[in-house]
């Protein structure tokens, strides 16, 4: 409740509460006071719900323009975030290139401990007046990617799991997705690594659904998807998983199956991320547009427009980018050679335990 209805309350009440009443008072006297006191609340709370408006109506408001973006907010926010609108307009204009017809509607942005703007088709934020232009920018560049999100489809939303590709630092994205690729547990994973860009673009939730079980896993590789979180002391394993723990694979597969969209692809919102920050990086202008030109397109075509390339073109390059992620020291090695290097560790350190020096007095 704000101060102004706070006081109208106070105020009626002590009105009503003034009165004082008779020493001793019968049931019904008691009862008509107690509705009485009901009936002053519901009249203190109406009027000053007209005062919250009246007073919300007469608030000092300003519009940042900057490019294709207007942002709404209170006058000394506004003072705050221009320096950040002017950032975020050019990120913005590098994705939407001259067609601005995508932000049609105002963003609002106000003070964490401000009032809220009702704005009909706004997107709202809170902006700390005390942080860092750094972390002010990043606020109004998430109510831009929120307020555009809406515009690419359920289909892109689903997918992406809630990512619109407008990261700044996409070779971070990059090493993440190189971190999933190799140790995922996934037959589409380790084909992938070896070569095979229909098994990238399967790992990433993207191509046919039909079979996509078996594309995505081997029955070794359910056995440890599966078993996640079976090992919590108390939850017991279900008859159907411990048959496909002791080798039943034909019960792994249907197990999957019945998990339906809860089985997720091996390569999840980070991996898929990195992919739609390139196909936009490779775009340029406008690659934003194509991208929601057609939200009813299969998201392979989406993507391929988007980047400008053929859709086997965009996968292999950004698998060589993933690839070349590697932390150094960890490429140019078969999966073989770096098991084989691990055992010639082992063994050393072995050795090495048996030597005096390593000995208690």
């Not at 898929?272 to 390139?278: A, F, G, K, P, W």
């Amino acid at each position: 409740m704000s101060s102004a209805r706070v006081a109208v309350t106070v105020a009626l009440g002590l009105a009503l509460v003034s009165h004082t009443a008779p020493a001793q008072q019968s049931a019904a006297e008691r009862a008509a006071r107690v509705h009485a006191l009901q009936v002053v609340a519901a009249r203190a709370d109406s009027v000053a719900r007209l005062v919250d408006s009246v007073l919300r109506a007469r608030r000092a408001l300003d519009t940042v323009r900057s490019g294709p973006l207007r942002v709404i907010a209170d006058t000394a926010v506004a003072r705050k975030i221009r320096p950040a609108v002017q950032e975020v307009s050019r990120i913005v204009a590098t994705r939407l290139g001259p067609d601005t017809t995508l932000l049609t509607s105002p963003l609002a942005v106000v003070a964490t401990d401000g009032q809220p703007l009702a704005i009909a088709g706004a997107e709202v934020g809170r902006i700390d007046t005390l942080e860092h232009q750094d972390e002010t920018e990043n606020r109004v560049l998430y109510l831009v990617r929120s307020a555009l999100f809406r515009r690419a489809g359920s289909a892109f939303r689903a997918w992406s799991g809630g990512s619109l590709g407008f990261a700044t630092d996409g070779a971070h994205l990059t090493r993440i997705a190189y971190i999933d690729l190799v140790t995922a547990p996934s037959r589409a994973a380790r084909l992938c690594r070896a070569g095979d860009l229909a098994s990238c673009a399967a790992a990433l939730g993207l191509g046919p659904d039909s079979n996509r079980v078996t594309r995505w896993y081997s029955a070794d590789d359910l056995r440890t998807v599966l078993g996640r979180g079976t090992d919590i002391p108390g939850r017991p394993m279900s008859r159907a998983l411990a048959q496909c723990e002791a080798g039943a694979d034909a019960q792994c597969f249907a197990l999957a199956a019945s998990r339906g969209p809860g089985l997720r692809a091996p390569l999840g919102a980070s991996a898929r991320s990195s992919l739609v920050v390139l196909a936009l990086n490779r775009g340029g202008r406008g690659a934003f547009n194509r991208l929601v030109a057609d939200s009813t397109a299969p998201l392979t075509a989406r993507l391929a427009s988007t980047a400008g390339m053929p859709f086997p073109e965009l996968m292999g390059l950004w698998r060589s980018r993933v690839l070349a992620a590697a932390p150094p020291g960890t490429t140019g090695a078969t999966t073989g050679a770096q098991w084989t290097a691990a055992g010639w560790v082992v063994v050393l350190l072995a050795l090495g335990m048996r030597s005096s020096r390593w000995r208690r007095s």
